[in-house]
Nanobody, 117 residues
Framework: QVQLVESGGGLVQFGGSLRLSCVASGSRFGLYLLGWFRQTPGSQRELVATINSHSATTYGDSVKGRFTISRDNTMSTAYLQMNSLKPEDTSVYYC???????????WGQGTQVTVSS
């Protein structure tokens, strides 16, 4: 069972930056598709960014040019660098890992990001 633990959320002012981290258990971290999603109450979970095992990335339209996803396979950690934050980025951010070999998806517990105007 893969466990994901997020950290780095908090309160930041408009235009500020935060970096989220997601540490994963498991021995096949380098093979995982990793991602960050976010969700506000009453809304569907929204894709923020993904990074595959070859470090190819995708981003949601609302964060392109402001957020950067990365991974460090030696540390079994995924990161989300968030710059130029806006109040509409306020949400709970979830780390995601997908194992193609087993077809299993795993989620972290979420970390709150709040951007004040």
């Amino acid at each position: 069972q893969v466990q994901l633990v997020e950290s780095g959320g908090g309160l930041v002012q408009f235009g500020g930056s935060l970096r989220l981290s997601c540490v994963a258990s498991g021995s096949r971290f380098g093979l995982y598709l990793l991602g960050w999603f976010r969700q506000t109450p009453g809304s569907q979970r929204e894709l923020v960014a993904t990074i595959n095992s070859h470090s190819a990335t995708t981003y949601g339209d609302s964060v392109k040019g402001r957020f950067t996803i990365s991974r460090d396979n030696t540390m079994s950690t995924a990161y989300l660098q968030m710059n130029s934050l806006k109040p509409e980025d306020t949400s709970v951010y979830y780390c995601y890992a997908y194992e193609a070999s087993s077809g299993q998806a795993h989620w972290g517990q979420g970390t709150q990001v709040t951007v004040s105007s």
